[in-house]
C-alpha cells in the first residue's frame, strides 16, 4: 500500500543547513508536500512540489524530487532556533486524501 | 491565514465512557473535514472525512459505530469516540480544506486532542 517514510529526528547547529529526507512508494503521487508543525499548534502547509518538478526553491527552503528513486528531501539554509519543529512529509495522488510520514523532529542548537 | 480550532487539547476518560471532540474552522466554512488519528512516533492515518449535512465517509479499518461524525453546521464537525478503550489513546487531529489558499488543495489544521483513555 502507500507509505511515506522520514527518520524521526535530526539535530543540527544554527547557521547549519538541514536536510530533512523522505522516500516515498506510490508512483501515480502527483503532489508532494512538507508540513511544519510547532508545539501545540497544528500542521501548517510549509512548501509543495509537484511530481513533474525536479527542484522547488523558495528563500531558505529548497525541495528536490527524485522521482525515479521516489525520494523527497527538504532543505533549510541557514538554519534558526526557529525551525526547531515536526517537519512531516506528505504525498497525494491529487485531492485532498493525502498520505503523511511519521515526521522528523528537527532540533537547532545555538 | 485561515484557522482550525479544536476542543479539548486534552482529554482524559475512564474506559467505557464516551469523548466528544470538536473540530472549528474560525474565519471561513468548511464543508468538508478531515479527521486524523497519530500514534507516537507514526504516522498522521486518516481515519474519515466529515460532510456536511451528509454521512461522513470512514476509511477502511476504522468503525464507524465507535467513531461518530456529525458535521452539522459549516464551521463545526464532532467526533465522539464511543465506550473508550485505552487502545483508542491517541493524538487526534481534525483539518479543513480551503480555497482561499494560493495552492487548491491545501488543508488547514487543528492543533489536535490528546486522548488518554485510563
Known amino acids: 500500500g502507500e507509505d511515506v517514510e522520514q527518520s524521526l529526528f535530526l539535530s543540527v547547529r544554527e547557521g547549519d543547513s538541514s536536510v530533512i529526507n523522505c522516500t516515498y512508494t506510490?508512483?501515480?503521487?502527483?503532489?508532494l508536500y512538507w508540513y511544519k508543525q510547532e508545539p501545540g499548534a497544528g500542521l501548517q502547509l510549509l512548501t509543495y512540489i509537484f511530481s513533474n518538478m525536479d527542484m522547488k526553491q523558495d528563500q531558505r527552503l529548497t525541495v528536490l524530487l527524485n522521482k525515479k528513486d521516489k525520494h523527497l528531501s527538504l532543505r533549510i539554509a541557514d538554519t534558526q532556533t526557529g525551525d526547531s519543529a515536526i517537519y512531516f512529509c506528505?504525498?497525494?495522488?491529487?485531492?485532498?486524501?493525502?498520505?503523511f510520514g511519521a515526521g522528523t523532529r528537527l532540533f537547532v542548537k545555538a | 491565514g485561515a484557522v482550525v480550532s479544536q476542543h479539548p487539547s486534552r482529554v482524559i476518560c475512564k474506559s467505557g465512557t464516551s469523548v466528544k471532540i470538536e473540530c472549528r474552522s474560525l474565519d471561513f466554512q468548511a464543508t468538508t473535514m478531515f479527521w486524523y488519528r497519530q500514534f507516537p512516533k507514526q504516522s498522521l492515518m486518516l481515519m474519515a472525512t466529515?460532510?456536511?449535512?451528509?454521512?461522513?465517509?470512514?476509511e477502511q479499518g476504522v468503525e464507524k459505530d465507535k467513531f461518530l461524525i456529525n458535521h452539522a453546521s459549516l464551521t463545526l464537525s464532532t467526533l465522539t469516540v464511543t465506550s473508550a478503550h485505552p487502545e483508542d489513546s491517541s493524538f487526534y487531529i481534525c483539518s479543513a480544506p480551503s480555497r482561499q489558499g494560493s495552492f487548491s488543495y491545501e488543508q488547514y489544521f487543528g492543533p489536535g486532542t490528546r486522548l488518554t483513555v485510563t
Open positions: 466529515s460532510n456536511e449535512g451528509s454521512k461522513a465517509t470512514y
Open positions: 506528505a504525498e497525494s495522488t491529487g485531492g485532498f486524501k493525502t498520505i
Open positions: 506510490d508512483s501515480s503521487s502527483t503532489y
